[in-house]
């Protein structure tokens, strides 16, 4: 599932540009307008970052944050209208993981949160990936399917990590051949059902009656768990 960030910025114009532009890059996103809300949808929705206004009514930016540091490890990237020394060393000083004065670029405010998130990926170990029998370990690069160890091409691995990253999600081949290739325009949507067919091959009991890897007809492919096993 795509990051969930939440948004407190009591601007609603800015509040809004910044939801708009985070949307866009695929990220889910929430936006509250004062400290104490942000404080409360925090401990409700867990975000993986908050962009915090410094300057919040109810409960100011440094206070929200303080907080937030007794309680998780959640990513903060601060915002601020001031733009001394002295207040950025305050806000990176209560837990601020990154620091941004108004006015700023959104593209800039998307490629901070993006930098972020890869750190803290990096810092983790990634988990395995699992739909049903199919176990998809994107550090080794390995697959597994009922316990036996199955060869990949770079392509076929590909697809299949993005499809076991979100069991159940139905991809268009658009979407997934962005993420294999980025915008390569050599790329074609045929190489999707290629890499499709050949999989089936190798993780379907009968390729012909896929249970994993579907065709979800007008709009792309998704990875399932299938029936469960009988007692």
């Given at each position: 599932m795509n990051p969930l960030i939440l948004v407190a910025e009591d601007d609603e114009n800015q509040a809004e540009l910044v939801r708009r532009y985070l949307e866009q890059d695929h990220h889910r996103v929430v936006v509250?307008?004062?400290?104490?809300e942000a404080l409360d949808v925090a401990?409700?929705?867990q975000p993986a970052l908050v962009v915090l206004d410094l300057m919040l009514?109810?409960?100011?930016?440094?206070?929200v944050c303080r907080a937030l540091r007794t309680e998780s490890d959640v990513l903060v990237l601060m915002l601020t209208a001031r733009s001394t020394e002295d207040d950025l060393l305050l806000g990176l000083g209560v837990g601020a993981d990154?620091?941004?004065?108004?006015?700023f670029s959104p593209r800039e405010l998307v490629a901070r949160v993006r930098t972020l998130?890869?750190?803290?990926?990096?810092e983790a170990?990634?988990?395995?990936?699992?739909?049903?029998p199919i176990e998809v370990d994107p550090v080794r690069h390995?697959?597994?399917?009922?316990g036996s160890a199955v060869e990949f091409t770079p392509g076929e691995f590909g697809l299949l990590e993005i499809l076991a990253s979100e069991v159940d999600r139905v991809f268009t081949r658009e979407q997934l051949l962005k993420g294999m290739y980025g915008y390569d325009r050599y790329i074609t949507n045929r190489t999707i059902d290629t890499h499709v067919k050949n999989?089936?091959?190798?993780?379907?009991?009968?390729p012909r009656e896929p249970e994993h890897l579907l065709t979800v007809y007008g709009i792309g492919y998704k990875l399932t768990a299938g029936r469960p096993d009988a007692p």
């Open positions: 509250v307008g004062d400290g104490r401990r409700a929705r009514p109810g409960l100011g930016g440094l206070d990154d620091y941004m004065t108004k006015p998130l890869r750190r803290r990926r990096d170990p990634e988990p395995l990936l699992r739909a049903g390995e697959v597994r399917v009922h999989l089936r091959r190798k993780i379907e009991a009968n």
